[in-house]
């Protein structure tokens, strides 16, 4: 007798302290923080999302490796340059404030809406001696951009990964 009133106590308390709980921002995750940039930055040449959006390299050509960035039609802003490079598996490299770590490029002005980055699979590999570069398969980095618009603001498009092919 004692447990079932020591359970309706429980019960009861929690019943009162449950409404006093609010969520500031709704239920489920909070999902404006992934909300992409007020301006947003597309990958016009890709073949396909994987979940990113994925271009191609052939191994057997001239290996080069585009990627043609573009500012959507509807947006006021131009973009005035490709800050910086990065190639890794996650977002941290191309927002580190270090100096290292980086694509080898230097920056690239653009001063329009779009912009096509270039570069080799021989590059890649400049950086990448060990990986093993397999067809029909992704390169194991991805490439981060860090662009800079025509009024200063920052932005970091969806990364592009980059399918080898024959």
């Known amino acids: 007798m004692i447990t079932k009133i020591n359970n309706l106590c429980k019960y ?6 449950l409404p006093a709980c609010s969520k500031q921002k709704g239920f489920g995750p909070n999902y404006s923080d992934y909300i ?29 490796i585009t990627i043609t960035l573009n500012v959507a039609p509807t947006s006021k802003h131009t973009i005035k340059e490709i800050t910086k490079v990065a190639t890794s598996s ?11 770590g980086f694509y080898p490029v230097a920056v690239i002005p ?15 590999l400049g950086v990448y001696p060990k990986e093993v ?9 991805r490439f981060y951009f860090r662009i800079t618009l025509d009024d200063g603001s920052i932005v970091y498009p969806t990364p592009a990964r980059v399918l080898v092919v024959n």
Do not use: W
């Open 133 to 141: 570069i397999k067809l029909n398969t992704e390169l194991v980095n």
């Open 90 to 100: 996650s977002y941290t490299a191309i927002q580190s404030t270090g100096t290292t």
């Open 110 to 124: 653009v001063n329009g809406t779009t912009v096509t980055f270039k570069t080799t699979l021989g590059t890649y």
């Open 36 to 64: 992409t940039a007020s301006t947003p930055i597309t990958i016009s040449n890709s073949v396909g999302y994987r979940p990113d959006p994925t271009v191609t390299c052939s191994i057997g050509g001239d290996s080069s």
């Open 12 to 17: 009861l308390l929690l019943l009162t302290l």
